[in-house]
Each structure stands twice: as C-alpha cells, then as structure tokens.
C-alpha cells in the first residue's frame, strides 16, 4: 500500500470546497430512468448519455472526481477517446463503482447484503491500470419492523471492510457507502439512532481490518426522516442531527465525507448540505461535500431525453448544479442562485 499517494488522492476528491459527481449507475438503474422518459435502454444510448455529462464545459468548476461504471469505462467518446481519459483531461479524478448490487441476506427476510467481493482484487488491478483511483462499495440498509438486525449491519460492515483493504492494497481510495434508505414512515430521530449504530459497526470494522482512515472518503445518507413519516423536519433540524451524528460516529482522520442524495429532490439535498456547512464548517475536522447522483443529474437528464439537440441546454443545466453544490460546500448557497 503507498499511503502518501492515497492521501493525497483522498485529499484532492474533496479538496477546495468541491464534490464528486456519481454517474456510476448499473445498467438496470441507469434503464429505469430512460424507460421513465421514453429514451431506448441501449448500451449506445448509455454512452451518448454519459459523454454529455463528461464533456459538459467546466464542469471541474464544482466537482474534483467522477464515478463511473464498468460499462462506460471500456466506452468511448465519439471521437474515440476512451471515457477515462475524457474525465482525466477535463481535470478530474476517475473513480469506478465496484459492487455487483445489494442482494437478498440469506435468513434474513426483508435485509440485504452487498455482492462483489469475489475476483476483486484482479478487478482493482485491472481498474488501476486503466487510470481510475478510487472505488465506490454500497451497502443499503433498510428501516422497517425490527430492521435492520445487528447481524446485517455488521455484514455489511465487515464486506465494506474487506473491500476497503482491497481498495487500498491496489492504490485505490475506498469510498465507503453505507446507506441508510429514506424510504420508510420511520421518523428523524430512528433515523438518527440507525445510522448512528451503523457507522460505529462500520468504522469499528474498518480499523479492525487496519483501513488507513486517512485514505478514505465515507460516503453517508443524511439523516432525515422517512420519505412517508407524517412529521417531516426543518432544514435547520436536518444539519444539526447530521452534523451530530457525523461528529459521534466519524474520526477525524478521515479526509472527507460525501453524501448521497438518496431520493431527496436536488433543491432539498443542496439547501440541507449548504445548511451543515454554513453553521458547522469549523466544528468539523473532515471536508463536507456531495457525491450525488440523482440530485445532480436533474433535471440535466429530463433535458437531454435522449436528443442530441438537447445536449447544450441539458450540460448547461448540469453545470448549473453542479455549482449552486459547490456554493453548498463553501455555505455559501442561496435560494435565490436557482434561477
Ligand atoms: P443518489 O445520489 O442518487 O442517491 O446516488 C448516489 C449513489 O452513488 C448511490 O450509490
């Protein structure tokens, strides 16, 4: 493992007040939300998708680094270029989706466990030598009756943890998805308590598993309370209970923090993340920044919809996000800017 060089990876995927732009969604995610607009699930289509995102100018005003996917990284532009080499000219750092999905857990109705951890050692070298230097692993967690049990937690953690040391063996920065969903009737503070134990199992399995924490980025839910809670919470309560929970949970050696958006409309996710930084930026000893997916690429994709016509408006309105997001990380956000 070269320590000094995952640090340094780890510090420029948050550095300057920027996030990293997740746009690693597996065919069947990426499908569902061209099925929603009409545009055909080709792999063609997912291509000419993905090269609007990528060659949209300046995008590196507000992001440091990309996630991708395997399929996008053995594509090409329609120039030729490989996409990897696309998002390295445009000024930022590649990284890869490494999972293969969250599956049923064995005994556990209702759980799930995260697969993908066979051949990726020889998946992380291959990666590597294609010039991506990070890797995304998520776990997801569901709220409900009596879920989710210690024992899926620390599944969970323990497949992240070994993950993580595969990551950092082969030179990539591990960024550690926990996900606790939204969806659910449970209310802010269920949310707080589960996402509290789920990082404290984590980090424990992390350290146990000897994760240099300084060559890591966690990427977290907010907390927030269920999509169908009937008492939904201020912005204000939503920075204080994450901020909370973060500062309990998450060692100060770890570099950065990059939040999912887990469903939140992209208004809601940036007002929040720009809430936590505004009034907490100097309490916190880690970078707050977003790693959204979602949340950034609307309403760029109901732009696009799949015509090429459409491609300067839906890059301009994807650029546009992207900054009022790096407002968000400075708290610097207002309002008024999404016009
Ligand atoms: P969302 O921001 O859409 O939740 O996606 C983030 C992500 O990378 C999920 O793995």
């Known amino acids: 493992m070269n320590e000094a060089e995952l640090i340094k990876t780890a510090k420029a995927m948050v550095a300057d007040n920027k996030g990293l732009l997740a746009?690693?969604?597996?065919?069947?995610t990426c499908n569902k939300r061209f099925a929603a607009l009409g545009i055909p699930q080709t792999a063609e289509m997912r291509r000419r998708y993905r090269e609007m995102i990528v060659t949209t100018p300046r995008?590196?005003?507000?992001?440091?680094?990309?996630?991708?996917?395997?399929?996008?990284?053995?594509?090409k532009l329609s120039d030729g270029t490989p996409f990897v080499e696309a998002v390295i000219d445009a000024g930022i750092i590649p990284g890869i989706k490494v999972d293969m999905g969250a599956k049923e857990l064995a005994g556990f109705p209702g759980e799930k466990i995260t697969a993908?951890?066979?051949?990726?050692?020889?998946?992380?070298?291959?990666?590597?030598?294609?010039?991506?230097?990070f890797a995304k692993?998520?776990?997801?967690?569901?709220?409900?009756?009596?879920?989710?049990t210690r024992r899926c937690i620390e599944n969970n953690a323990i497949v992240l943890a070994r993950y993580a040391a595969l990551c950092q063996e082969a030179?990539?920065?591990?960024?550690?998805?926990?996900?606790?969903?939204?969806?659910g009737k449970h209310d802010l503070k269920t949310c707080l308590s589960v996402t509290e134990q789920v990082l404290h199992i984590v980090f424990d399995q992390l350290h146990k598993q000897r994760i240099l924490a300084?060559?890591?980025?966690?990427?977290?839910?907010?907390?927030?309370?269920?999509?169908d809670c009937s008492e939904q919470s201020s912005t204000d309560e939503i920075a204080e209970t994450t901020v909370k929970c973060l500062l309990r949970c998450v060692p100060a050696s770890v570099v950065g923090v990059a939040?999912?958006?887990?469903?939140?409309?992209?208004?809601?996710?940036?007002?929040?993340?720009?809430?936590?930084?505004?009034?907490?930026?100097?309490k916190m000893p880690w970078a707050l920044v977003f790693s959204f997916s979602r949340a950034l690429q609307h309403p760029s994709i109901d732009i696009w919809?799949?015509?090429?016509?459409?491609?300067?408006?839906?890059?301009?309105?994807?650029?546009?996000?992207?900054?009022?997001?790096a407002a968000a990380c400075r708290g610097e956000y207002k309002p008024d800017m999404e016009k």
Do not use: C
């Not at 809601?268 to 505004?278: D, H, P």
């Open 305 to 325: 919809n799949g015509k090429e016509e459409n491609i300067e408006k839906a890059q301009q309105a994807l650029h546009h996000r992207v900054k009022l997001n």
């Open 259 to 282: 939040f999912l958006s887990g469903g939140q409309s992209s208004k809601l996710a940036t007002e929040r993340l720009n809430a936590m930084n505004k009034k907490y930026k100097p």
């Open 171 to 183: 030179g990539l920065v591990p960024m550690v998805e926990p996900e606790v969903l939204m969806e």
């Open 116 to 133: 993908g951890l066979d051949g990726l050692r020889e998946r992380l070298s291959e990666y590597s030598e294609m010039g991506l230097r």
């Open 214 to 227: 300084e060559g890591m980025i966690l990427k977290p839910n907010m907390i927030l309370p269920g999509s």
């Open 59 to 75: 995008l590196k005003e507000g992001v440091n680094g990309a996630i991708l996917y395997d399929e996008t990284v053995r594509q």
């Open 23 to 28: 746009m690693d969604e597996s065919n069947p």
């Open 137 to 148: 692993w998520r776990a997801v967690l569901k709220i409900g009756d009596s879920i989710p």
